[in-house]
Nanobody, 119 residues
Framework: QVQLVESGGGLVQAGGSLRLSCAAS????????MGWFRRAPGKDREFVAG????????NYADSVKGRFTISRDNAKNTVYLQMNSLRPEDTAVYYC????????????WGQGTQVTVSS
C-alpha cells in the first residue's frame, strides 16, 4: 500500500520560512517523479514544484520561483519543499504526490499539511 505522509506545515509570519517533508512508503521511490501541489481556500489545486527521480531535473510554478526549493533524498524515500520569503498568498494546504517516471499524471497523493502565512 502506497503512503505519502507530509509534515512540517504550520503558522508563520510573512517573510518567514518553513520546510515541508513528505515520506513515501510502499513504492520504489526512484521510479517516481515527486511533486508538491497546493490548494488555497476557494481555489483550485495548483502545481508548485516537481523533481525527477535523480533530483537533477526540477521545475517550479512561476509564483514560487526563487523562493521555494524542492529536493529529495532517495536513501530516505523523502521529498522536501523549502519555502522561504513566505507570503500570505502562499497560505494553502500543501500536498505531495508521486508520478511514475514513465507516466503522465500523478497517481498517489498525501493527505496534505496546512501552511498559514500571516501578514
Amino acid at each position: 500500500q502506497v503512503q505519502l505522509v507530509e509534515s512540517g506545515g504550520g503558522l508563520v509570519q510573512a517573510g518567514g520560512s518553513l520546510r515541508l517533508s513528505c515520506a513515501a512508503s510502499g513504492l520504489t521511490f526512484t521510479m517516481y517523479t515527486m511533486g508538491w501541489f497546493r490548494r488555497a481556500p476557494g481555489k483550485d489545486r495548483e502545481f508548485v514544484a516537481g523533481i525527477r527521480w535523480s533530483g537533477g531535473n526540477v521545475n517550479y510554478a512561476d509564483s514560487v520561483k526563487g523562493r521555494f526549493t524542492i529536493s529529495r533524498d532517495n536513501a530516505k524515500n523523502t521529498v522536501y519543499l523549502q519555502m522561504n520569503s513566505l507570503r500570505p498568498e502562499d497560505t494553502a494546504v500543501y500536498y505531495c504526490a508521486a508520478a511514475r517516471n514513465s507516466g503522465t499524471s500523478y497517481e498517489y497523493w498525501g493527505q496534505g499539511t496546512q501552511v498559514t502565512v500571516s501578514s
